[in-house]
């Protein structure tokens, strides 16, 4: 059994990622900054902590991260236009907890980020996106650097339909879609799996088992 912490422990993905690990027998730990959102992850079987991505600092998430064995990054800021908000919560909410994993002794973490922020952006597009695209390409870079145990997965558009249970997966796929709860069945699986640590991959619905395709994901080749 693990205990993991789920950064970002009230978003969409990880509400559908609790039920998973305590299905595999694991303790999410699910960091909140309201007491509302505590109670609903504990109904999902997390255990709640309270912490505030935007305001803490390194040493609030390393006492977050206490008796945890594994940290998922699963924040986002939003879609409420806000670029500032951006780098606050998808850059600087990601580097923290990089920082404070490592200050904590945990070598594990996978992150969800975005497909496709490594390529340009088009120069028609809104200054919030360029800030989404900027925040996640970065934060992705400092923890390949960090010396942690890494995997970033790396969504196509994100929806609320049912899972699927099977993705297209690769260093590169085509764009589309993928249920929030399949994302959350492939970081679980990527948690199980030590053959992913230093992997990073684009995701989205395919024909794929989740497993199966988990299982073959590609290395970072830099």
Same mark, same amino acid.
Not at 6 to 22: E, I, K, N, S, T
Not at 100 to 114: H, L, T, Y
Not at 148 to 165: C, I, K, Q, S
């Given at each position: 059994? $693990?205990?993991?912490?789920?950064?970002?422990?009230?978003?969409?993905?990880?509400?559908?990622?609790?039920?998973?690990?305590?299905?595999?027998?694991?303790?999410?730990?699910?960091?909140?900054?309201?007491?509302?959102?505590?109670?609903?992850?504990?109904?999902?079987?997390?255990?709640?902590?309270?912490?505030?991505?935007?305001?803490?600092?390194?040493?609030?998430?390393?006492?977050?991260?206490?008796?945890?064995?594994?940290?998922?990054?699963?924040?986002?800021?939003?879609?409420?236009?806000?670029?500032?908000?951006?780098?606050?919560?998808?850059?600087?909410?990601?580097?923290?907890?990089?920082?404070?994993?490592?200050?904590?002794?945990?070598?594990?973490?996978?992150?969800? $980020?975005?497909?496709?922020?490594?390529?340009?952006?088009?120069?028609?597009?809104?200054?919030?996106?360029?800030?989404?695209?900027?925040?996640?390409?970065?934060?992705?870079?400092?923890?390949?650097?960090?010396?942690?145990?890494?995997?970033?997965?790396?969504?196509?558009?994100?929806?609320?339909?049912?899972?699927?249970?099977?993705?297209?997966?690769?260093?590169?796929?085509?764009?589309?879609?993928?249920?929030?709860?399949?994302?959350?069945?492939?970081?679980?699986?990527?948690?199980?799996?030590?053959?992913?640590?230093?992997?990073?991959?684009?995701?989205?619905?395919?024909?794929?088992?989740?497993?199966?395709?988990?299982?073959?994901?590609?290395?970072?080749?830099?």
């Amino acid at each position: 059994m $693990s205990r993991i912490a789920v950064v970002g422990g009230h978003g969409a993905v990880a509400r559908q990622l609790h039920p998973l690990l305590v299905a595999a027998g694991h303790t999410p730990v699910a960091l909140v900054r309201r007491d509302a959102h505590a109670r609903e992850v504990a109904a999902l079987g997390a255990e709640p902590r309270m912490l505030d991505i935007e305001a803490s600092g390194v040493d609030a998430f390393v006492e977050a991260f206490a008796g945890c064995d594994a940290v998922v990054f699963a924040a986002g800021g939003g879609p409420d236009g806000n670029a500032e908000r951006k780098q606050r919560v998808d850059l600087e909410g990601s580097t923290k907890s990089t920082e404070a994993a490592r200050r904590a002794g945990i070598a594990r973490f996978v992150q969800v $980020s975005a497909m496709s922020v490594d390529q340009p952006v088009p120069g028609d597009a809104a200054p919030v996106w360029r800030a989404y695209v900027a925040a996640k390409r970065e934060a992705d870079a400092v923890l390949r650097d960090s010396g942690l145990d890494w995997t970033v997965v790396r969504p196509g558009a994100l929806t609320n339909d049912p899972p699927t249970g099977a993705v297209d997966l690769g260093v590169t796929v085509s764009r589309g879609s993928i249920p929030r709860a399949d994302v959350a069945a492939v970081v679980a699986a990527c948690l199980a799996d030590p053959g992913t640590v230093g992997a990073q991959f684009e995701v989205v619905s395919g024909d794929v088992p989740i497993a199966t395709a988990v299982a073959s994901a590609p290395r970072f080749a830099g």
